[in-house]
């Protein structure tokens, strides 16, 4: 039986009222002296971010000054009801999003600059860095607020982490680290030394994916899902887990509902109300709790 993981982003946050995605992108475009001079509602975020940094002063607000704003407004966000619900489900891996530390938060845990337990360690990209809080794994997948470094926010950044990524399952690591790790797909066949990234859990592991919009320039997670449908498909790999996608059922998108669908992703619509957004998440793990 494959190991149950859990995947969330930052529509867990959103469950109750609190510091908001859409407040901290106001918050960075004053920052930044760009107050009226970018439109923020017509863009994808990574867009959005590539465009605040070009225009901005390089000297006043250079990148790595840029992500360090972004880091210190995210460590405001506190845990709610959700967090602690998903606490309490006890799962051995959660992955994440999020750059915040709300799960870590609920555990009080005291958050550690040295912390990170990834098998590789890494200062930008975020293949292996995980944290242990409690009895269980964090992984970052995006990066986290304490190594504003990692942070995935522009296209750059996504598609540098997705050379990583690919390198990791199909040629190995030699190329992008100077520990060498075996690729992910002979590791699979042999089933030896699974576990020691976050990938690893996509291609082995039931996934469950809560408060995550899956946007299209998730570019990264869009491939993992495509290069997973085939390699089930062409049979290269012994792929036997389930990836399961809960969804506000008014805002299935047919296209993207179709595509997951194609890529063997169970997508479950949920009932959603926007003046009560807790019945869902909390709907969606009791289904997970059965489902375990």
Request: net charge positive; glycine share 6%.
């Given at each position: 039986?494959?190991?149950k993981v859990?995947l969330i982003?930052?529509?867990?946050?959103?469950?109750s009222?609190?510091y908001?995605?859409?407040?901290?992108?106001q918050?960075?475009?004053e920052y930044?002296d760009?107050?009226?001079?970018i439109d923020?509602?017509?863009?994808?975020?990574?867009m959005?971010?590539?465009e605040?940094?070009?225009?901005?002063?390089?000297?006043?607000?250079?990148?790595?000054?840029?992500?360090?704003?972004?880091?210190s407004e995210?460590?405001?966000?506190?845990?709610?009801e959700?967090h602690?619900?998903?606490?309490?489900l006890g799962?051995?891996?959660?992955l994440?999003?999020?750059?915040d530390y709300g799960?870590?938060k609920?555990f009080?845990t005291?958050?550690?600059?040295?912390g990170?337990?990834g098998?590789?360690?890494?200062?930008?990209?975020?293949?292996?860095?995980h944290?242990?809080?409690?009895k269980s794994?964090?992984w970052?997948i995006?990066?986290?607020?304490?190594?504003p470094?990692s942070i995935?926010?522009?296209?750059?950044h996504?598609c540098g982490?997705?050379?990583?990524?690919?390198?990791y399952?199909?040629t190995g690591?030699?190329?992008?680290?100077?520990t060498t790790?075996?690729t992910?797909?002979k590791?699979?066949?042999?089933?030896?030394?699974?576990?020691i990234?976050?990938?690893?859990?996509f291609?082995?592991?039931d996934?469950?994916?809560?408060?995550l919009k899956?946007?299209f320039?998730?570019?990264?997670?869009w491939?993992l899902?495509?290069?997973?449908?085939?390699?089930?498909k062409y049979?290269?790999?012994p792929i036997h887990?389930?990836?399961v996608?809960?969804?506000?059922?008014?805002?299935?998108?047919?296209d993207?509902a179709?595509?997951?669908s194609s890529?063997g992703?169970?997508?479950?619509?949920?009932k959603?109300?926007r003046t009560d957004?807790?019945?869902?998440?909390?709907?969606?793990?009791?289904?997970i709790?059965?489902a375990?």
């Amino acid at each position: 039986m494959a190991q149950k993981v859990l995947l969330i982003g930052n529509g867990i946050n959103n469950a109750s009222p609190g510091y908001r995605w859409e407040e901290l992108i106001q918050r960075l475009i004053e920052y930044v002296d760009l107050a009226g001079k970018i439109d923020s509602n017509v863009k994808p975020f990574p867009m959005l971010y590539e465009e605040i940094v070009l225009r901005s002063n390089r000297k006043r607000h250079d990148e790595n000054q840029i992500k360090k704003f972004i880091a210190s407004e995210v460590q405001k966000i506190e845990p709610n009801e959700i967090h602690n619900a998903i606490a309490r489900l006890g799962f051995k891996d959660i992955l994440t999003t999020n750059y915040d530390y709300g799960l870590e938060k609920v555990f009080k845990t005291k958050i550690n600059p040295y912390g990170n337990l990834g098998y590789v360690r890494e200062n930008r990209y975020s293949v292996f860095r995980h944290s242990e809080v409690g009895k269980s794994r964090i992984w970052h997948i995006h990066g986290e607020a304490i190594v504003p470094s990692s942070i995935v926010l522009g296209y750059e950044h996504y598609c540098g982490y997705l050379q990583y990524m690919r390198n990791y399952i199909i040629t190995g690591t030699s190329d992008s680290y100077k520990t060498t790790i075996e690729t992910l797909m002979k590791r699979i066949i042999k089933q030896k030394r699974l576990g020691i990234s976050w990938i690893d859990h996509f291609l082995t592991s039931d996934v469950f994916i809560l408060g995550l919009k899956m946007d299209f320039v998730e570019m990264h997670l869009w491939w993992l899902l495509t290069y997973r449908a085939k390699a089930k498909k062409y049979r290269l790999l012994p792929i036997h887990n389930k990836i399961v996608f809960f969804v506000p059922r008014q805002y299935v998108e047919v296209d993207k509902a179709q595509f997951l669908s194609s890529c063997g992703v169970n997508v479950i619509p949920l009932k959603y109300q926007r003046t009560d957004r807790k019945n869902f998440y909390m709907e969606a793990l009791s289904l997970i709790k059965k489902a375990r």
